[in-house]
């Protein structure tokens, strides 16, 4: 009886080898992880308080908001499209959400909803180009980067601040102990795995990065999912900018988000999402939102000058850039 009962019991006890080899094949995929790893010993190392309690929080509150926008826009990429215009879909969201809630005193509520509607339209037009009309990604974007940037200098000449304690709940206030913008960055890294791995539409979403012509064959609707997408990236960037305004308790239409669309692709080439499409997940991008999110940190704490920590994150972009190219062939 002992032994019958034992046996089944042992055996769902990996071995030493099995384990060994599974975090190798997860090293093999993500080799993101041993760098990030070496860096935050490094950075602890050598500032003696990156890994204090506080720090992290700090960390993680200031990488959610790339989180929400890198999340979307890897599934863009994995479908074989690209936005640029999500800086300045940031900088316009958080602009109408602020001017809502501060200048036209509605609730918070009606302000994150007019940034998340404006959002979706900035998006809905790259969709239709992009998808519907089959124009270059690169260049609708890039131009609507420019376009959009342009409309929220229109629209809001001057800074904007004072939104009220309502509209601070959104980047201030704790859910459970923890701070809001980290919550719904983790519902948003949930939803896109989930997205990805148990939905058709995810599946549709390698197949018409793998191959569109194939997928199309295939009975796929190959512009649907991509506009779909689109849309979505573009409120999650707005949702971002709402959540930074609320933040900070400002926005200007010049500065906010700017440089910013360039921060969230390194964060996703950084993941292993191949930029010619067809391959990614969300776990990878999350590793890329957390290295930038350290290597910022870890800059500011050594006190390194502002030109030093852009090289750093160019430097990164280039090495996404490498990992892209170069990681399936690791994984072999």
């Known amino acids: 009886m002992t032994t019958a009962t034992t046996a089944p019991a042992n055996r769902l006890i990996p071995s030493p080898r099995v384990l060994a080899g599974g975090g190798l094949n997860a090293v093999r995929r993500h080799p993101l992880l041993v760098v990030l790893t070496l860096m935050v010993l490094v950075f602890q190392l050598t500032t003696g308080s990156f890994l204090d309690p506080g720090n992290l929080r700090g960390i993680a509150t200031d990488a959610a908001t790339l989180a929400v926008v890198a999340v979307p826009l890897a599934l863009l990429v994995i479908s074989g499209y690209l936005d640029l215009s999500v800086g300045s879909t940031l900088a316009l969201g958080g602009l109408v959400a602020g001017w809502l809630a501060g200048q036209q005193h509605q609730s918070p509520v009606v302000a994150v909803l007019g940034a998340l509607i404006v959002g979706a339209a900035v998006g809905a037009v790259n969709g239709i180009l992009c998808c519907y009309l089959g124009l270059s990604a690169f260049i609708v974007t890039l131009g609507m980067l420019t376009a959009v940037r342009g409309l929220a200098q229109q629209l809001f000449p001057l800074p904007l601040s004072s939104f009220g304690s309502g509209f601070a709940w959104l980047g201030g206030s704790r859910i459970a102990g923890i701070d809001a913008p980290i919550v719904i ?34 009975g796929i609707n190959v512009r649907r999912t991509p506009f779909a997408l689109f849309v979505v990236t573009g409120v999650a960037a707005a949702l971002a900018g709402a959540i930074k305004a609320s933040v900070l308790d400002s926005v200007v239409s010049g500065t906010s988000g700017a440089g910013f669309e360039l921060t969230v ?29 350290c290597l910022q940190n870890g800059l500011t704490l050594l006190s390194v000058p502002t030109f030093w920590q852009q090289m750093a994150q160019g430097t990164a972009l280039v090495a996404g850039a490498a990992l892209a190219c170069f990681g399936p062939r690791l994984t072999r």
């Open 185 to 218: 960055a983790v519902l948003v890294l949930v939803a896109g795995a989930l997205f990805l791995a148990l939905t058709p539409a995810g599946r549709h979403v390698f197949a018409i990065g793998v191959n569109r012509e194939a997928a199309y064959l295939s």
């Open 265 to 293: 692709l390194t964060a996703v080439l950084l993941g292993g999402v191949a930029l010619t499409g067809g391959s990614g997940s969300v776990l990878g991008v999350l590793l890329g939102v957390l290295f930038l999110g």
